[in-house]
Nanobody, 124 residues
């Protein structure tokens, strides 16, 4: 059974930083794409960033230059460093993982496994 558990969310003022973590266990496929999605109230789930097994990374335009996705394979951990946070970054953030991602990388159906989410709130 695959389990993804997010942590690191919280409340921060605009311009601040947070680091999200995702602990993965039980994943059996050799290939993967692993990423972060977010969903604000009344809005669709949005792909934020993803990383492929070969180390390729992709970001949605609104976070480029501010967010960095990384992983520690030895610890089965995924991270999202979020700097220069804006009120529009407020959302529930989800970690997701799948055996293969096509185009576009942010299509939720590529990701077979999902965490429960961690809330990020940015105040102005």
């Amino acid at each position: 059974q695959v389990t993804l558990v997010e942590s690191g969310g919280g409340s921060v003022q605009a311009g601040g930083s947070l680091r999200l973590s995702c602990a993965a266990s039980g994943y059996i496929y050799s290939n993967y794409c692993m990423g972060w999605f977010r969903q604000a109230p009344g809005k669709e789930r949005e792909g934020v960033a993803t990383i492929y097994r070969d180390g390729s990374t992709y970001y949605t335009d609104s976070v480029k230059g501010r967010f960095t996705i990384s992983e520690d394979n030895a610890k089965n951990m995924l991270y999202l460093q979020m700097n220069s946070l804006k009120p529009e970054d407020t959302a529930m953030y989800y970690c997701a993982k799948g055996p293969w991602c096509g185009d576009p990388w942010y299509r939720p159906s590529w990701y077979k496994y999902w965490g429960q989410g961690t809330q990020v709130t940015v105040s102005s």
